[in-house]
């Protein structure tokens, strides 16, 4: 990597909502342009709309191309010319098609390599549904455009807690079904490997939630533990994972056992994520975890009814920044070490197979253990 500062794209959500507020007040900080390169993918007008009503003294440089970036400034990237009406704390789908924009014009730019992370304000996820716009979320939408046919995984986190999530935007009657022995490997495998790849945790361990109340009771109270969620927990540590439960969740949340863990697998959204902010308050960040870019947002919405009236709080989104540029230097110095694995120089005649005495198998086992 070269010596400039990473480079962050910041989409500027729905235009109604709190987030060029928090934008504003995020940068309103010198260190930040110390720390980074900001992009904001938005609109000037609705920007200067934005810090009129908020009689904010935020500067910003208007570029129209993203390589056109520059260090020390705050970079506010035009993606599209049309008036769009801002009428603040008011759902409207002119403001869910001006998100959209900035989130497609931020995706072109990518996958040319004029960014290195991408940080999204909350989008109001029904205003934005459109031809183009047909999916439940930043999620599931960033995996069809820059997954490679990789699985995301949305994991809420701050420094004491970290969870995933086995389902996202269901309704509730459709997470039974969705909730399989595979379903829960594969979700699994993708937060193992980013706990120790983005996060830099050598040997994480992780707990998984039980799906029922009372962990099933043994089959009383529903029957996933034991047919999906068990087997998917055994199949895994026999595959070398260091993976426990099922918990249920009350209990696991209510006695703090969640300190014991690197990561907490939850089989749907609101059994992750109430816990979550209930014990974060505003510390927390979203991380779009399994995809080769690396996205993170507030862990909030768009929060219409304080819309316009200063008193939001840009925590959030300052964490979810750190966060995607932590995850950016994690991955090359993770990265980097693999690129080269040694050479096989010989075989010890105990040893079985083709084995090498030395190799990236050695490597691996002789990384520090717990979180570094």
């Given at each position: 990597m070269d010596n400039r500062k990473i480079r962050v794209a910041i989409t500027h959500g729905d235009t109604n909502g709190i987030g060029y507020e928090i934008i504003f007040k995020a940068f309103a900080e010198p260190e930040m342009l110390e720390l980074c390169t900001p992009i904001i993918y938005g609109s000037p007008k609705v920007a200067a709309y934005h810090r009129k009503a908020l009689d904010a003294p935020f500067v910003f440089s208007i570029i129209s191309n993203a390589s056109e970036a520059r260090e020390g400034r705050i970079n506010l990237l035009t993606t599209f010319d049309e008036e769009v009406k801002v009428d603040l704390g008011q759902p409207s789908a002119e403001a869910g098609n001006a998100s959209y924009q900035a989130l497609k014009r931020a995706m072109e730019d990518y996958k040319e390599g004029l960014f290195d992370v991408l940080v999204t304000a909350p989008i109001n996820k029904k205003n934005i549904q459109s031809q183009d716009f047909q999916f439940t979320g930043h999620t599931e939408y960033l995996e069809a455009m820059v997954g490679e046919g990789g699985k995301s995984l949305m994991i809420l986190m701050n420094d004491m807690l970290r969870v995933a999530l086995v389902t996202t935007h269901l309704p509730i009657e459709s997470v039974t079904k969705a909730v399989t022995k595979e379903a829960i490997k594969e979700k699994a495998m993708v937060f193992y490997q980013t706990l120790r790849r983005d996060l830099r945790i050598s040997k994480p361990r992780i707990a998984v939630l039980a799906l029922n109340p009372h962990a099933g009771d043994n089959g009383l109270l529903g029957k996933e533990e034991t047919e999906q969620i068990v087997p998917a927990i055994e199949e895994l540590s026999n595959e070398g994972m260091t993976v426990f439960g099922p918990y249920a969740a009350d209990g696991f949340f209510g006695t703090a056992a969640y300190t014991s863990f690197d990561g907490v697998l939850a089989m749907y959204h609101d059994q992750g994520l109430a816990p979550f902010k209930a014990l974060a308050s505003t510390t927390g960040a979203n991380f779009t975890a399994g995809l080769p870019l690396v996205r993170t947002s507030p862990d909030h919405g768009t929060a219409y009814d304080i819309a316009g009236k200063g008193?939001?709080?840009?925590?959030?989104?300052?964490?979810?920044?750190?966060?995607?540029?932590?995850?950016?230097?994690?991955?090359?110095?993770?990265?980097?070490?693999?690129?080269?694995?040694?050479?096989?120089?010989?075989?010890?005649?105990?040893?079985?197979?083709?084995?090498?005495?030395?190799?990236?198998?050695?490597?691996?086992?002789?990384?520090?253990?717990?979180?570094?």
């Open positions: 008193i939001a709080d840009e925590t959030s989104l300052r964490n979810a920044i750190y966060l995607a540029i932590d995850v950016f230097r994690n991955r090359i110095q993770y990265d980097e070490p693999m690129a080269n694995p040694l050479k096989k120089h010989y075989h010890e005649r105990h040893e079985d197979g083709d084995r090498p005495r030395f190799g990236a198998k050695q490597q691996e086992e002789n990384l520090p253990q717990g979180e570094e």
